[in-house]
């Protein structure tokens, strides 16, 4: 089957940085991607990674292991604002195949 | 540029009745995905299109159907609607495709509601 397993919540302080962790079993990879959801919007794109390493976009960055089937979101700096919900998902064939999601509560 | 419009915003419907969704993409975007949101079930795809074709289908009944016209605007249809359908509709589009790093701009979703 396929799947993608990350964490349901991470609870963080503002101003800290917090690290969202995805590991995946799937056929047909192309890429992993992140995006953000704020409760009653639509998913934003946030990342893509299509080979190993690390991509940086302002605070966010995201890093992918195709080996070990396994990336990550780090935000840094935390600001009240990135309260939201945050998916990784697969590119696929023709398609994304999406993560449950993780929660990010942030505390002041 | 205008961003990817959904309509209607919100549906409510009663079972066995059918319901027709539409997606209008962004400008130049030829690739339109539909996903089904669900708070237990997350985001599960149900098509793709890319210039008309449908490239891929989700494990979705055949109750679940949609096309695309030559304007790359979408629709999808759900026929004899369950409670189980009540859901956010989703609608994303993308230049090229999920399949590349082409990003999905996604719609603000159609809420649907079966009673």
């Known amino acids: 089957g396929q799947s993608l397993e990350q964490p349901s919540e991470v609870t963080a302080v503002e101003g800290a940085i917090v690290q969202i962790n995805c590991t995946y079993q799937t056929s047909g990879f192309y890429g992993l991607s992140w995006y953000q959801q704020h409760d009653g919007g639509a998913p934003t794109f946030l990342s893509y990674?299509?080979l190993d390493g690390l991509e940086e976009t302002g605070r966010f960055s995201s890093f992918l292991s195709r080996s070990d089937s396994y990336g990550y979101l780090l935000l840094q700096e935390l600001q009240m604002k990135d309260s939201a919900s945050y998916f990784c998902?697969?590119?696929?064939?023709?398609?994304?195949?999406w993560g449950a999601g993780t929660k990010l509560i942030i505390k002041p | 540029k205008a961003g990817v419009t959904q309509t209607p915003r919100y549906l409510i419907k009663t079972r066995g009745q059918q319901v027709t969704l539409s997606c209008s993409p962004i400008?130049?975007?030829?690739?339109v995905s539909w996903y089904q949101q669900t708070p237990g079930q997350g985001l599960q795809f149900l098509f793709e299109y890319f210039s008309e074709t449908q490239r891929n289908k989700g494990n979705f009944p055949g109750r679940f159907s949609g096309r695309q016209f030559s304007n790359s605007r979408s629709e999808m249809n759900v026929s004899t609607l369950e409670l189980g359908d009540s859901a956010l509709y989703l609608c994303a589009s993308s230049l090229a495709g999920p399949q590349t790093n082409s990003p999905l701009h996604f719609g603000n979703g159609t809420r649907l509601t079966v009673t």
């Open positions: 998902a697969v590119n696929s064939n023709y398609q994304l195949i």
């Open positions: 400008s130049g975007h030829r690739s």
């Open positions: 990674n299509g």
